[in-house]
């Protein structure tokens, strides 16, 4: 993979295809009898969802061996330490969620259960990333440029070269990391508008005097409509850190790229981050349920039942990232195909003007 070029192998070699019109060696990489069809319309239509699920399923199983390989070495690790927790701080977690239940209360919410739930989900995730940063940007941002260059290889007709990503990640990693950065702080950017929201929320509802059970419903309102723009920004910031490898922008530049290249395509987006999250939700939960509160007698279930869950949550992690990396070539066709039918309708613009003209 040449890395600093402005495309892909594959997108590159979609140009070239289309203009030989040359069929693509599908014995190194088998479809579905489904969809057997020329490289050229294969690469021009975008895909939606469910298609970007088969397309990431094909390629696990073409590169099975690279993709294992992260699994084991970049993502099982850190999934582990995400779900025991091993490195967050009771006792900052305590102090952050009083903090948080103190402004609840001032802003004029109840303290239900499921506030009070959501102010210690927020606080142990808050000190989660916090603590665990250093990993976040060593194991889990080297498994997103991993998974990224692994893709790439698929489409390229080329296996995992070990040699040729370190060259890659040693000559590019200051970009990555950069892109990175940005990309933290955008979230952190949207959470503390989010808290601001919230607060001015539930204050101006208070303050016009409506009870605390009431106050709860415009918050809730306000927590559905940020959830959506929350996921957007995911959306673009996942694709920004696959821009930021596979093209030479980084930054910010990267982040508006990534706006600028999903539009057309980001319900395509939101079901892939539905999915995903709900994934790792349910595994979460199991992990909560299975291994930290409930055990078998002495414990025992929590010897194979905890590194099962931990396989799971690694799984959907990389599915995930196959899927943003999957995602922005179908939005990179997509623009080339929004493209090509403009530079068609010009051109057919300009044939029928001296018809029409000589008509006349």
Same mark, same amino acid.
């Given at each position: ?64 061996? $690279? /993709?294992?390989?992260? !699994?084991? *070495? ?7 330490? %995400?779900? #025991?927790?091993?490195?967050? +701080? ?118 016009? $005097? /409506?009870?605390?059970? !009431?106050? *709860? ?7 559905? %409509?940020? #959830?959506?723009?929350?996921? +957007? ?128």
């Amino acid at each position: 993979m040449e890395a600093t070029s402005g495309l892909s192998p594959r997108l590159s070699s979609m140009v070239a295809n289309k203009e030989k019109n040359e069929d693509l060696d599908v014995e190194a990489f088998e479809l579905e009898p489904s969809h057997e069809i020329s490289s050229s319309d294969r690469h021009i239509h975008s895909m939606n969802a469910l298609e970007i699920l088969r397309e990431t399923v094909r390629i696990l199983r073409y590169n099975s061996g $690279g /993709f294992m390989s992260i !699994l084991a *070495l970049l993502i099982c690790p850190l999934s582990a330490v %995400i779900l #025991s927790n091993v490195l967050v +701080n009771q006792s900052i977690v305590k102090r952050l969620t009083i903090r948080l239940l103190l402004v609840a209360k001032t802003s004029g919410l109840p303290l239900r259960p499921f506030v009070k739930q959501s102010c210690q989900k927020f606080a142990e995730v808050a000190v989660s990333t916090v603590l665990s940063f250093p990993l976040y940007i060593t194991l889990s941002l080297l498994s997103k440029v991993a998974v990224v260059y692994t893709v790439d290889c698929t489409y390229s007709r080329k296996h995992f070269d070990l040699l040729k990503f370190y060259v890659i990640v040693s000559k590019f990693w200051k970009r990555i990391v950069e892109t990175y950065l940005w990309v933290c702080g955008v979230i952190a950017g949207c959470l503390t508008m989010f808290i601001v929201l919230l607060v001015a929320v539930s204050s101006a509802f208070s303050v016009m $005097g /409506f009870p605390p059970d !009431l106050t *709860l419903y415009p918050a809730m309102v306000a927590g559905l %409509i940020f #959830s959506i723009i929350f996921a +957007n920004a995911i959306i673009i910031c996942s694709i920004a850190i696959v821009i930021s490898v596979l093209e030479d922008v980084s930054g910010p530049q990267a982040l508006l790229r990534s706006s600028s290249l999903i539009k057309g395509q980001t319900q395509v987006g939101l079901l892939i981050f539905l999915g995903s999250t709900i994934g790792l939700a349910f595994v979460e939960g199991l992990f909560e349920h299975r291994v930290k509160t409930l055990s078998y007698g002495d414990g025992s279930s929590r010897i194979w039942e905890g590194p099962l869950l931990v396989l799971m949550y690694s799984f959907v992690v990389l599915i995930d990232s196959m899927m943003s990396s999957v995602f922005y070539f179908s939005c990179k066709s997509y623009r080339m195909e929004t493209a090509n039918a403009e530079i068609q309708s010009v051109l057919e613009a300009m044939a029928i003007s001296p018809e029409a003209t000589d008509v006349t």
